[in-house]
């Protein structure tokens, strides 16, 4: 069997890009060094969707956590899990408030 694609890695990132090259007519091989996919770093995941608003604007990171995250509502549906977007809390000391005012234009901006 001739193989198209090869993905390393069997996390979040891995499954979701076997996922979407799924849809194709390729041959995919997905290789993941543990005994299960998302056993490692995946498999603590905390729910945390991140959403790019901590990065710096205009990099490729933020560009990245905002589309990835925007993903989550398709996914949700296709894959029949539950989502439940509560927000997020950010904590700072009143010298840190231009830094907060900062973070919250950025989620505004992005509609996250």
Known sequence: MDIDVVIIGGGVTGTAIA???ARYQLNIVL???EDECSFGVSKSNSGIIHTGFQSKKGTLKADLAVQGNRLYE???VQLQFPLLRVGELVVAR???KPDILE???HALEWGV
Do not use: I, V
């Open 19 to 21: 996922h979407e090259l």
């Open 31 to 33: 290789l993941e060094k």
């Open 74 to 76: 398709e996914l949700s």
């Open 94 to 96: 009143p010298a840190e």
């Open 103 to 105: 973070l919250m234009n």
